[in-house]
T-cell receptor, first 111, second 112 residues
Framework: DAGVTQSPTHLIKTRGQQVTLRCSPK?????VSWYQQALGQGPQFIFQ???????QRGNFPDRFSGHQFPNYSSELNVNALLLGDSALYLC??????????FGPGTRLTVT | DAKTTQPTSMDCAEGRAANLPCNHS???????VYWYRQIHSQGPQYIIH???NNETNEMASLIITEDRKSSTLILPHATLRDTAVYYC?????????????FGSGTRLSIRP
């Protein structure tokens, strides 16, 4: 049984560009959350998707948007990239209150 | 969601018990305490969680004070592989629409 997978592993973009990151949840999980982790900081909650709807959102601008598909996989889109968007982007899936499973992350570098 | 506070760093000798404290003085009655750890450049890994009672699993023990304002994660026999950043977070569960707020965590170093 595969765990949470994310793609791509690494990505380099230029300021002003747009990026799409992808996440496939652990089998049987229906909830996907996205986090941004800057170097030396804890993960910051971006938003959570459940039943293809954004259920909760952290303090991130509208440039950050997402989507969840019927198979529960999810995408994170970031528009008009800024240098400060450089970070490790983590996806986590869950089913109930027991735990959250994290993927390995996508390292985004904005130049 | 409650905010948690943890020491920035700690160290422990290999083979000894590592006790990591966490304060969550504003925790509400329906919020759980979760512990995760993150080894360098990997995604966080779930360790344990609890509501009121102490909990134990194959990785660690969680001791929650009676007033639920603080907790301690115990790694009974620390090894070098336990070197990581440990995060204590509190929220009302992943099945609810609750924000999940990580702090800066405790960087635990295990010395040989």
């Amino acid at each position: 049984d595969a765990g949470v997978t994310q793609s791509p592993t690494h990505l380099i973009k230029t300021r002003g560009q747009q990026v799409t990151l992808r996440c496939s949840p652990k089998s049987g999980h229906d909830t996907v959350s996205w986090y941004q982790q800057a170097l030396g900081q804890g993960p910051q909650f971006i938003f959570q998707y459940y039943e293809e709807e954004e259920r909760q959102r952290g303090n991130f601008p509208d440039r950050f948007s997402g989507h969840q598909f019927p198979n529960y996989s999810s995408e994170l889109n970031v528009n008009a990239l800024l240098l400060g968007d450089s970070a490790l982007y983590l996806c986590a899936s869950s089913q109930d209150q027991s735990r959250q499973y994290f993927g390995p992350g996508t390292r985004l570098t904005v130049t | 969601d409650a905010k948690t506070t943890q020491p920035t760093s700690m160290d422990c000798a290999e083979g000894r018990a590592a006790n990591l404290p966490c304060n969550h003085s504003t925790i509400s009655g329906n919020e759980y305490v979760y512990w995760y750890r993150q080894i360098h450049s990997q995604g966080p890994q779930y360790i344990i969680h609890g509501l009121k009672n102490n909990e134990t699993n194959e990785m660690a023990s969680l001791i929650i004070t009676e007033d639920r304002k603080s907790s301690t994660l115990i790694l009974p026999h620390a090894t070098l592989r336990d070197t990581a950043v440990y995060y204590c977070i509190s929220h009302s569960g992943y099945s609810s629409a609750s924000k999940i707020i990580f702090g800066s965590g405790t960087r635990l170093s295990i010395r040989p």
